[in-house]
């Protein structure tokens, strides 16, 4: 009976974190709450198993429902809608926050050879790699680089580099860090923007991530034709951030699991705070993670080509 009533007690951690995702509420505690749910599918998982090891029925009825629900709220985040891809060529993207202190050239450079990309986007280039950068990115003849700023965790670029010709696309957003260009794909002309949003509160301000997002909308409207948003948007699809870019661009995110942060976690334990959004106008065909490259965020390989109609059922 003790175990049962532990067992049960122990589900409503998972329980709370899946009910405030469900609930679609903005409040800054709530939205707090919702993105833990890769963490609470993780740990009720454990807790069901737990429970048929030591063959109590009633637990396992308990906390297998608390991990449906779990599920049911994780879905959106994890299984999102790819767009039905058209025959023809596609390309690759490589998203990753460098993190501004790492200086791991050998590791960065092996990721993203790994990768095979198309197109790299990265974020927080500190002074320890920005150096290394022309090395890293030889493969990669067309470049954007921003200005070195300061702020966050320290003075850094962004960088967009292609095997296609890219052109700058302008991006001043007030409130954040952000890089846009237009690549000649071969799937044609396509945006590509890198943006790192700030930490949610408790750890700034509590308006600070809206007021980006707000701002990054505002620039979607100006943009024609398909385009792609990666960076660390340091929220996961399924919370507030990723329902006002839903609701308000229409842009869909790619699957997010396994987890991109904090990348000393196993991947599946991990949350997905590294984003990939998309316009309708392409389709995901595959989502993974790349090789480690020195960051506390693991990198993301998405691939897209042109999205069809689907075909009526």
Same mark, same amino acid.
């Given at each position: 009976?003790?175990?049962?009533?532990?067992?049960?007690?122990?589900?409503?951690?998972?329980?709370?974190?899946?009910? !405030?995702? $469900?609930? /679609? =509420? &903005?409040?800054?505690?709530?939205d707090?709450? %919702?993105?833990? *749910?890769?963490?609470?599918? #993780? @740990?009720?998982?454990?807790?069901?198993?737990?429970?048929?090891?030591?063959?109590?029925?009633?637990?396992t009825?308990a906390?297998?429902?608390?991990?449906?629900?779990?599920?049911?709220?994780?879905?959106?985040?994890?299984?999102?809608?790819?767009?039905?891809?058209?025959d023809?060529?596609?390309?690759?993207?490589?998203?990753?926050?460098?993190?501004?202190?790492? !200086?791991? $050239?050998? /590791? =960065? &450079?092996?990721?993203?050879?790994?990768?095979? %990309?198309?197109v *790299?986007?990265?974020?927080? #280039? @500190?002074?320890a790699?920005?150096?290394?950068?022309?090395?890293v990115?030889?493969?990669?003849?067309?470049?954007?680089?921003?200005?070195?700023?300061?702020?966050?965790?320290?003075?850094?670029?962004?960088?967009?580099?292609?095997?296609?010709?890219?052109?700058?696309?302008?991006?001043?957003?007030?409130?954040?860090?952000?890089?846009?260009?237009?690549?000649?794909?071969?799937?044609?002309?396509?945006t590509?923007?890198?943006?790192?949003?700030?930490?949610?509160?408790?750890?700034?301000?509590?308006?600070?991530?809206?007021?980006?997002?707000?701002?990054?909308?505002?620039?979607?409207?100006?943009?024609?034709?398909?385009?792609?948003?990666?960076?660390?948007?340091?929220?996961?699809?399924?919370?507030?951030?990723?329902r006002?870019?839903?609701?308000?661009?229409?842009?869909?995110?790619?699957?997010?699991w396994?987890?991109?942060?904090?990348?000393?976690?196993?991947?599946?334990?991990?949350?997905?705070?590294?984003?990939?959004?998309?316009?309708?106008?392409?389709?995901?065909?595959?989502?993974?993670?790349?090789?480690?490259?020195?960051?506390?965020?693991?990198?993301?390989?998405?691939?897209?080509?042109?999205?069809?109609?689907?075909?009526?059922?």
């Open positions: 009976m003790f175990l049962t009533v532990a067992l049960v007690l122990l589900s409503g951690g998972p329980l709370a974190i899946a009910v !405030a995702s $469900l609930s /679609a =509420i &903005g409040h800054r505690w709530v707090i709450l %919702a993105q833990f *749910v890769g963490p609470a599918a #993780v @740990g009720a998982g454990l807790l069901v198993a737990t429970a048929l090891v030591l063959r109590l029925r009633a637990a009825v906390t297998g429902l608390v991990g449906f629900i779990v599920m049911v709220a994780g879905s959106p985040q994890w299984f999102p809608t790819k767009g039905w891809p058209a023809g060529p596609g390309f690759t993207l490589y998203s990753a926050n460098l993190f501004v202190q790492n !200086a791991d $050239l050998p /590791a =960065i &450079g092996t990721s993203i050879r790994q990768a095979n %990309a198309d *790299v986007v990265l974020m927080e #280039v @500190g002074d790699a920005r150096p290394g950068l022309d090395t990115l030889a493969a990669y003849p067309h470049r954007i680089v921003t200005p070195r700023r300061a702020g966050g965790a320290g003075p850094s670029v962004f960088v967009i580099a292609s095997r296609w010709p890219l052109t700058e696309r302008r991006i001043e957003l007030m409130y954040m860090f952000a890089i846009a260009g237009e690549v000649q794909t071969p799937a044609g002309p396509v590509v923007a890198g943006v790192h949003l700030t930490r949610p509160w408790p750890y700034q301000e509590q308006w600070g991530q809206i007021l980006q997002t707000q701002d990054l909308i505002d620039w979607l409207a100006t943009v024609d034709g398909p385009v792609v948003v990666a960076g660390d948007f340091n929220s996961v699809s399924s919370a507030r951030i990723g006002m870019l839903r609701r308000e661009t229409g842009l869909v995110a790619a699957p997010g396994p987890g991109t942060w904090p990348s000393a976690l196993p991947a599946w334990a991990g949350i997905t705070i590294d984003q990939v959004y998309r316009s309708p106008e392409l389709a995901v065909v595959e989502r993974r993670l790349g090789r480690p490259n020195g960051s506390d965020h693991r990198p993301v390989v998405t691939r897209f080509v042109k999205a069809q109609t689907p075909p009526a059922a």
